[in-house]
């Protein structure tokens, strides 16, 4: 039974690990963050992967599915698709669809981290390395319920998201949704939001900072 499931074992670390660690968004000293990520990335990426290969559907499939897991957790969970003001960014000055409510740039940006480096190089990654399993199912119907379950459980720390603005040490202001998930599920969430040091050239505990975190489009202040 183990090495049956080995694979979705490793699809369900796999994920967030690309997702977050490999593109940079938590550092790797935060690797405990794991705990609430897997279910939330884990889970999800093992759905997708096994809806495609139980319909036949291929890549194609999987890309597809991918999407909607981006819009479904990018539009339904966090809402940023419809938030203008979501991290402190404004998203109407860039890109913005009047009617729609949304910004095209942010769309597409956030949607392209989901769906390839979320769910598709983790799939490609895990079926490279049982390619005699590629395209068949990996768990059974219990299984498909469990991994259910934890994309569901990992998406509800995310509904107190807001009340953490930036976290240190989380890589920008911006502080990603996902380590505000890791923050919101821990103790420490109960205690209130900490607060940056104000940047300015008048020579305060912030001057020269760059004053605009790596996710936020638009001219830095204070960069080189």
């Known amino acids: 039974m183990g090495k049956r499931i080995a694979p979705a ?19 790797v000293t935060m690797l405990v963050a794991l705990i609430t990520l897997a279910p939330l990335y884990g889970g999800g990426a093992l759905l997708v992967r096994e809806l495609a290969r139980r319909r036949g559907v291929g890549w194609p499939g999987i890309v597809l599915l991918a999407v909607a897991y981006g819009l479904i957790e ?7 698709l419809f938030n203008p003001g979501f991290a402190g960014m404004d998203l109407r000055s860039y890109a913005w669809i009047p009617g729609v ?5 942010w769309t ?7 769906v390839v480096g979320s769910i598709c190089v983790p799939i490609a990654v895990m079926e490279s390395l049982v390619p005699a399993r590629a395209s068949e ?3 059974r119907r219990p299984g498909l319920v469990v ?31 996902c380590w505000r998930a890791c923050w919101c599920s821990s103790p420490c969430a109960a205690a209130p939001p900490p607060r940056r040091a104000p940047s300015g050239p008048d020579g305060g505990p912030g001057a020269g900072r760059c004053s605009r975190s790596r996710w936020r489009p638009g001219p830095r ?3 080189p």
Request: aromatic share 10%; charged share 15%; proline share 8%.
């Open 137 to 139: 199912p990996w768990l």
């Open 147 to 177: 991994a259910g379950c934890c994309s569901s459980w990992g998406r509800r720390p995310r509904r107190c998201s807001r009340r953490i603005r930036t976290i240190p040490g989380s890589g920008g202001s911006r502080a990603w949704p």
């Open 108 to 114: 597409v940006f956030v949607l392209g981290v989901h």
């Open 9 to 27: 074992l490793g699809l369900f670390f796999l994920s967030p690990l690309i997702g977050e660690f490999l593109l940079g968004n938590l550092p």
């Open 74 to 80: 990018e539009g339904l969970v966090t809402r940023s």
């Open 221 to 223: 202040s204070g960069c």
């Open 101 to 105: 409510e949304v910004s095209a740039w």
